[in-house]
T-cell receptor, first 110, second 113 residues
């Protein structure tokens, strides 16, 4: 079965609000985590990553939080925009391989 | 521009036919990967290569084959042994194998005639 999964398959957000996308992972040996955004008909686009020696990392309008105690990962998007509508995947890594969850579809309401 | 190019964007396969999907990168990355994506699902690893002339099976390698004769190129052949080939195929590369971002192409959608 999948070692990485997202809590909710869909998320609807009002434009301008903050979005929080959650992800649970099961492999406690994973030491690398990454978020991707995928628009329809395109390949996944890298958003942000974090290693297991950190619990928070910030990028432009995005923050990733890692809670190793409960094996939980989240992606926060500040001031969500219509261009943020997409499917978001988390993935966990150890050694060479990334394992992907099924994704959360984010829809931004105007 | 540097990046990963997959071709063709759409591909149709007849029963019993082998088809080859192209993946080329000009990022000077050592590692390359092939994934399969089915509707509403995440990506599943088919094959990966960490260096030229070497590759390993991923989680769902049956019915697929690859080669890595050049650093820039990692073609995937979907053989007639793959009974359910209809999917979106994604190629990725990274600087080297290990814990770092993989950069993806825009995929090839394969359908059965």
């Amino acid at each position: 079965g999948e070692s990485v999964g997202l809590h909710l398959p869909t998320l609807s957000v009002q434009e301008g609000d903050n979005s929080i996308i959650n992800c649970a992972y099961s492999n406690s040996a994973s030491d690398y985590f990454i978020w991707y955004k995928q628009e329809s008909g395109k390949g996944p686009q890298f958003i942000i990553d974090i290693r297991s020696n950190m619990d928070k990392r910030q990028g432009q309008r995005v923050t990733v939080l890692l809670n190793k105690t409960v094996k939980h990962l989240s992606l926060q998007i500040a001031a969500t925009q219509p261009g943020d509508s997409a499917v978001y995947f988390c993935a966990e890594g150890g050694d060479y391989k990334l394992s992907f969850g099924a994704g959360t579809t984010v829809t931004v309401r105007a | 521009d540097g990046g990963i190019t997959q071709s063709p964007k759409y591909l149709f396969r007849k029963e019993g036919q082998n088809v080859t999907l192209s993946c080329e990168q000009n990022l000077n990355h050592d590692a390359m990967y092939w994934y399969r994506q089915d509707p509403g699902q995440g990506l599943r690893l088919i094959y990966y290569s960490q260096i030229v002339n070497d590759f390993q099976k991923g989680d769902i390698a049956e019915g697929y084959s690859v080669s890595r004769e050049k650093k820039e190129s990692f073609p995937l052949t979907v053989t007639s042994a793959q009974k359910n080939p209809t999917a979106f195929y994604l190629c990725a590369s990274s600087v080297s194998g290990g814990n770092q971002p993989q950069h993806f192409g825009d995929g090839t959608r394969l359908s059965i005639l």
